[in-house]
């Protein structure tokens, strides 16, 4: 079982950045994929972003594609996203997710340990 612990989220306005944190407490985090979701209130939890164990292999939403940037550090058993050009759609809880062996993978069913997630509150 891994536990993961987001950080970073807050209230910033449309056009700003910030950078969510994702701290994994496994010796073996090098061999989880690690994915980012979103959940608006009443809506259904939908991908951001993912990364496959090694940073070879990244995947997008369409919707934050040249915006947002996943990154890894497995010495420190963290993921990264950089959120960028911040809009108010973009509002919502992020989860940090792992995917043990799995690859970089934008299906939530194919991650196993989730995250209690941290609020993102983008103002017009």
């Known amino acids: 079982q891994v536990q993961l612990v987001e950080s970073g989220g807050g209230l910033v306005q449309a056009g700003g950045s910030l950078r969510l944190s994702c701290a994994a407490s496994?010796?073996?985090?090098?061999?989880?994929?690690m994915g980012w979701f979103r959940q608006v209130l009443g809506k259904e939890r939908e991908f951001v972003a993912a990364?496959?164990?090694?940073?070879?292999?990244?995947d997008y939403a369409d919707s934050v594609k040249g915006r947002f940037t996943i990154s890894r550090d497995n010495a420190k058993n963290a993921v990264y996203v950089e959120m960028n050009s911040l809009k108010p759609e973009d509002t919502a809880v992020y989860y940090c997710?792992?995917?043990?062996?799995?690859?970089?993978?934008?299906?939530?069913?194919?991650?196993?340990?989730w995250g209690q997630g941290t609020q993102v509150t983008v103002s017009s």
């Open positions: 496994v010796r073996t985090f090098r061999w989880y994929a």
């Open positions: 990364i496959s164990w090694n940073a070879g292999n990244t």
């Open positions: 997710a792992a995917n043990r062996y799995g690859g970089a993978s934008s299906r939530q069913d194919d991650y196993d340990n």
